[in-house]
Nanobody, 120 residues
Framework: QVQLVESGGGLVQPGGSLRLSCAASGSIFGIGIMGWYRQAPGKQRELVATITTDGNTNYADSVKGRFTISRDNAKNTVYLQMNSLQPEDTAVYYC??????????????WGKGTLVTVSS
């Protein structure tokens, strides 16, 4: 079984920073694109950022210049450094990855999410 486990969420004041981590575990043969999505209360889940195996990144316009996605392929882990956080960044943040296991081709997996609350 493959699992994605996020960590690093919490309460932060406006203008503050947080770093999210997501570690993939299980019978992993390979990992493709990894990314972060978020869902604010009453809204649909939206893309935050993605990163390919060789480090090419893509960001939502709303987070460009404030958030940085990175990955450590040796640790099967993706990170999201979030700076200059604003109340509108408040959401549950979900990790996403395309993972190939020992018995299956690439499938899309989601973590359970970590809550980020930006408030004074």
């Amino acid at each position: 079984q493959v699992q994605l486990v996020e960590s690093g969420g919490g309460l932060v004041q406006p203008g503050g920073s947080l770093r999210l981590s997501c570690a993939a575990s299980g019978s992993i043969f390979g990992i493709g694109i990894m990314g972060w999505y978020r869902q604010a209360p009453g809204k649909q889940r939206e893309l935050v950022a993605t990163i390919t195996t060789d480090g090419n990144t893509n960001y939502a316009d709303s987070v460009k210049g404030r958030f940085t996605i990175s990955r450590d392929n040796a640790k099967n882990t993706v990170y999201l450094q979030m700076n200059s956080l604003q109340p509108e960044d408040t959401a549950v943040y979900y990790c996403n990855a395309y993972i190939r296991t020992m018995t299956e081709g690439y499938r899309n997996y989601w973590g359970k999410g970590t809550l980020v609350t930006v408030s004074s």
